[in-house]
Every structure is written in structure tokens, then in C-alpha cells.
């Protein structure tokens, strides 16, 4: 079946060091894939989302980039924040027809000054 | 803000009791989707409606119900509660019938909820 697999939080990292949160999935055709992240005490919000193959999403500093041939959404940032301590959602959804996001089970980042 | 509003944010109630969480969509969207968040299962997918109608069920136990109002609002209810119920529950809304690249996923702030 389609499903996704994070790395096991939490990862730590003081400020302005470099992010990497993995990303694979298994999936029969090519789907949508999405970064959601949720801050403290809210709902998720959509952070990047990518298409098709060697597509990059990219949004306040995060880039992903779509591997096909690995099957990878690999999450990262080059100087993190303590802003940007969160739990972080990778997603994967087939376009067309009925369509259901598929979560991962979320990765937490905690940055420290 | 998401423009998606979930009430209570918090409530706390006993066990067998009974429940009922609102979700108001972000202006035009059609869809509203339920989620139900533990330490234990994660982000667990419950039911979506689309334009009043139920379109798709998760996970979602038979002791627990949903419907979409005609203004689109909806409600989740939950009867006859245990422990193992308590968790974060959320409401998403979307614009389009799916989740798909072109209508993504809104989400409210969530309803806390405490068996006890």
C-alpha cells in the first residue's frame, strides 16, 4: 500500500545550523507530495508542496526537492531559527478521482539558542 | 490564521458521556475533513464531507458520528467516551471533493479533549 516514512524524532539543533528531516515513500504511481507543519498549539499548515519528479518546493527558507528514482521529500533549511521549532509532516496524495493525504508520523525539531 | 474555526478549544468530560465538537470550513471550502491526533497513533484520518454529503470514512469508530450542515459547518460526535479517546481532534477544510496538489488541506487549531 502507499505509505510514508519520517526519521524519528526529536531533532535537536541549535540555531542557524543546517536542517535535514527525511522523507520516503512507497507508492504505486506518482503522487503529490507536501511538507505540513504544526507549531505549538495550532493545526497544521501546508509549508511546500511538489508535483512531479526533480520539482523543488521551497517556502520560508525550506526546500524540498522530489525524487523519483530514491522516493525521497527530504526536508531542508540552511540556518534554522528558534522559530522553527515544530513538528513537521511529510504527505503524499494521488491527484484525480478521491484522493486522501497520507501523513507520516511527523518529525519534531527543537532549536535552541 | 487558517480561517478554519474549531470549537471548544478545550473540554474535559467523563467516561461514557457524550460530545460534540463544531468545525466551521474556511470560506468556500467545500470539503471538511476530520482528524483525530494521539502520542500513540499520530495523525489518524476520520471522515471527510463534501458539500453536505459523507464522501469518505477513515478510522473512525462506530461509537463516533459526523455530519455537514447546509451552511457547510460540521459537527463530530463522540458517545459513550473512554480513556483511550482522549486526544487532539481536528477539523481540515479544502475547497475541492480531494486532497489533492491543487486543494490542499486547511486545518484548525484543534479541540482538546480529556477523558476522565
Known amino acids: 500500500g502507499n505509505s510514508v516514512t519520517q526519521m524519528e524524532g526529536p531533532v535537536t539543533l541549535s540555531e542557524e545550523a543546517f536542517l535535514t528531516i527525511n522523507c520516503t515513500y512507497t507508492?504505486?504511481?506518482?503522487?503529490?507530495l507536501f511538507w505540513y507543519v504544526q507549531y505549538p498549539g495550532e493545526g497544521l499548515q501546508l509549508l511546500l508542496k511538489?508535483?512531479?519528479?526533480?520539482d523543488k518546493g521551497s517556502n520560508k527558507g525550506f526546500e524540498a526537492t522530489y525524487r523519483k528514482e530514491t522516493t525521497s521529500f527530504h526536508l531542508e533549511k540552511g540556518s534554522v531559527q528558534v522559530s522553527d521549532s515544530a513538528v513537521y509532516f511529510c504527505?503524499?496524495?494521488?491527484?484525480?478521482?478521491?484522493?486522501?493525504?497520507?501523513f507520516g508520523a511527523g518529525t519534531r525539531l527543537a532549536v535552541h539558542p | 490564521d487558517s480561517g478554519v474555526t474549531q470549537t471548544p478549544k478545550h473540554l474535559i468530560t467523563a467516561t461514557g458521556q457524550r460530545v460534540t465538537l463544531r468545525c466551521s470550513p474556511r470560506?468556500?471550502?467545500?470539503?471538511v475533513y476530520w482528524y483525530q491526533q494521539s502520542l500513540d497513533q499520530g495523525l489518524q484520518f476520520l471522515i471527510q464531507?463534501?458539500?453536505?454529503?459523507?464522501?469518505a470514512k477513515g478510522n473512525i469508530l462506530e461509537r463516533f458520528s459526523a455530519q455537514q450542515f447546509p451552511d457547510l459547518h460540521s459537527e463530530l460526535n463522540l458517545s459513550s467516551l473512554e480513556l483511550g479517546d482522549s486526544a487532539l481532534y481536528f477539523c481540515?477544510?479544502?475547497?475541492?471533493?480531494?486532497?489533492?496538489?491543487?486543494?490542499?488541506?486547511?486545518f484548525g487549531n484543534g479541540t482538546r479533549l480529556t477523558v476522565t
Open positions: 481540515a477544510s479544502s475547497v475541492g471533493r480531494g486532497q489533492g496538489y491543487n486543494s490542499p488541506l486547511h
Open positions: 507508492a504505486t504511481g506518482y503522487p503529490s
Open positions: 511538489a508535483t512531479k519528479a526533480d
Open positions: 504527505a503524499l496524495v494521488f491527484s484525480g478521482g478521491y484522493n486522501k493525504l497520507i
Open positions: 470560506s468556500g471550502d467545500l470539503s
Open positions: 464531507y463534501y458539500n453536505g454529503e459523507e464522501r
